[in-house]
Nanobody, 125 residues
């Protein structure tokens, strides 16, 4: 029911910024959360951040706190990930996902039902 498309990835120098967008073609239910995950070569897909659609509550992985900000535009069915102070270790394919999750499982990729195709973020040193 929900299709997600990421955009905004690219190449940036360390210390720079990028803003990723996740546009949903279907309506996101009020019970849903939208999360961002990333996967670097040879590593598992790791949780980055999520936002509760109804309340706007946000939650971040420790590795990105203070640098990344997740937000939503409900009218556009779009979620953004503003990434500042980027580091080479942030290099990965970034995916957005939607699902009905809670405070206990929001960082578990298995709990998300819908996934985008991913967008590449490369941070040069």
């Amino acid at each position: 029911q929900v299709q997600l498309v990421e955009s905004g990835g690219g190449l940036v120098q360390a210390g720079g910024s990028l803003r990723l967008s996740c546009a949903a073609s279907g309506r996101i239910g009020s019970a849903y959360s939208v999360g961002w995950f990333r996967q670097a070569p040879g590593k598992e897909r790791d949780f980055v951040a999520r936002i509760t659609w109804s309340s706007g509550y946000t939650y971040y992985a420790d590795s990105v706190k203070g640098r990344f900000t997740i937000s939503r535009d409900s009218a556009k069915n779009t979620v953004y990930l503003q990434m500042n102070s980027l580091k080479p270790e942030d290099t990965a394919v970034y995916y957005c996902a939607a699902g009905e999750v809670n405070r206990y499982n929001s960082d578990d990729r298995r709990r998300y039902n819908y996934w985008g195709q991913g967008t590449q973020v490369t941070v040069s040193s």
